[in-house]
């Protein structure tokens, strides 16, 4: 059996078109070196979750395995991005009391933990609780509350879950799979990482990851994620919209998307044919020639469709406007002929394609925006992020047992 290294990070992407993985060498410096890439057809998955658990499990084995072959090593855990179980965002605060007494860095991890198990129930999983600021008696504004004095100390807290079910499906699939999971990421928080430059996530930026079963939506701001949702629409729900509106078969549904497919009428579509197989035609069958002008016309209300639904979100949200002037488009869907336009044009802003940034050793084949989402779970393993992020019922919480919750009293208080 290969020793297992312990510079090298994993992780797997779980779509619900391809599951890819990439395993990294920690670098000096600390940059990470993509060592081994495996992907694969996605099985018994359906817009993020878990439809059949065998070929689920079957699917990310034959990605993980690819990769442990490129990198000549073996894995045994893997950050893992979520797309399932409708991953939301809410902000709100909490305060415990500090009696007058300095505060610790004891009193700060009890109001993280108290702001974390707010939300903690049998129907959310927490994904990430990310501290927005913090508060002394009432004082906001403040970054490190440690060192001051006072009697109450507060955080407002930026909270990402997830229904616990589909999360709990997904851990279960990986876990069949002899791997343990690191964290859990929701994709556009990681594709986020790997693909904004830093003035983009400190002056604010709405990254858009369109996946084959959901386009999900995850807006910075001064350097961290302040708002996060999921839309089910992506793009295979154009291919079925091809599909269904001239009655070819998915896969030739797929190839015209791919070939012909634009989200952006133009005038000389109507003097272009394609031919569109049928439905239960054999080989021999003479195909349909029909105008490029009625594809386009089935792509560009889904597409159209799409974006004012994500407006709609940052509308309710209250981040319209306050999301920043910047879009950044990632997710297979998003190379679509056409998709940046009708973002910016539906959403007001300025709209480019993401594609991995500050991350070596992929092939141009891997470089594109399909592949944020795996490159981001990379970046986000080697920041200070990933230390909180352990899933409150993984067996190591649930072991932690007596011993282990009096030495959290002690190192909390002593």
């Known amino acids: 059996m290969a020793k297992l290294r312990s510079d090298l990070i994993a992780a797997l992407d779980v779509g619900s078109t391809k599951i890819c993985c990439f395993i990294a060498q920690r670098e000096e410096g600390g940059a990470p070196r993509v060592v081994g890439i495996g992907h694969q057809v996605s099985r018994g998955i359906r817009s993020g979750a878990i439809t059949d658990m065998e070929q689920a499990r079957n699917s990310i084995l034959a990605a993980v395995q690819a990769a442990e072959e490129m990198a000549g090593d073996t894995i045994r855990e893997v950050f893992i991005n979520v797309s399932t179980g409708q991953p939301s965002s809410k902000t709100f605060g909490v305060e415990v009391p500090v009696t007058g007494h300095e505060v610790s860095p004891g009193d700060v991890r009890r109001v993280l933990d108290q702001g974390r198990q707010s939300l903690n129930g049998g129907e959310r999983e927490v994904i990430h609780s990310i501290p927005v600021g913090f508060t002394v008696d009432g004082s906001n504004g403040i970054q490190d509350p440690r060192g001051m004095y006072g009697q109450r100390l507060g955080v407002h807290m930026h909270i990402v879950s997830a229904a616990a079910g589909p999360v709990r499906n997904l851990a279960n699939c990986v876990a069949g799979c002899h791997l343990d999971v690191a964290a859990f990421v ?57 599909a269904h509106g001239m009655s070819t078969p998915l896969a030739h549904a797929e190839r015209m998307k791919t070939l012909y497919g634009s989200a952006i009428a133009a005038t000389s579509d109507s003097r272009a044919v394609i031919d569109v197989p049928q439905i239960g035609d054999d080989q021999n069958a003479a195909p349909n020639h029909v105008p490029k002008s009625l594809l386009v016309g089935i792509i560009q209300p889904r597409i159209e469709e799409t974006f004012e639904l994500v407006r709609d979100r940052l509308e309710a949200a209250g981040l319209a406007k306050g999301a920043g002037r910047r879009i950044v488009l990632v997710g297979g869907a998003s190379q679509l002929h056409g998709v940046r336009d009708v973002a910016a044009q539906v959403l007001d802003k300025q709209a480019r394609l993401g594609r991995p940034a500050r991350l070596a050793g992929l092939a141009e084949a891997t470089a594109g925006p399909a592949f944020a989402t795996c490159a981001g779970l990379l970046s986000y393993a080697l920041s200070n992020r990933a230390l909180t992020t352990v899933p409150t019922w993984s067996k190591a919480h649930e072991a932690r047992g007596l011993l282990g919750r009096i030495g959290h009293w002690l190192e909390e208080n002593f």
Request: proline share 2%; hydrophobic share 40%; aromatic share 6%.
């Open 186 to 242: 929701v994709s556009p928080f990681a594709s986020g990482l790997s693909c904004l430059v830093e003035d983009e996530m400190e002056l604010g930026a709405t990254l858009i990851d369109m996946g084959g079963g959901t386009t999900s939506v995850a807006v910075f701001s001064e350097g961290e994620l302040i708002f996060t949702d999921t839309i089910g629409i992506g793009g295979h729900h154009v291919t079925t919209d091809i």
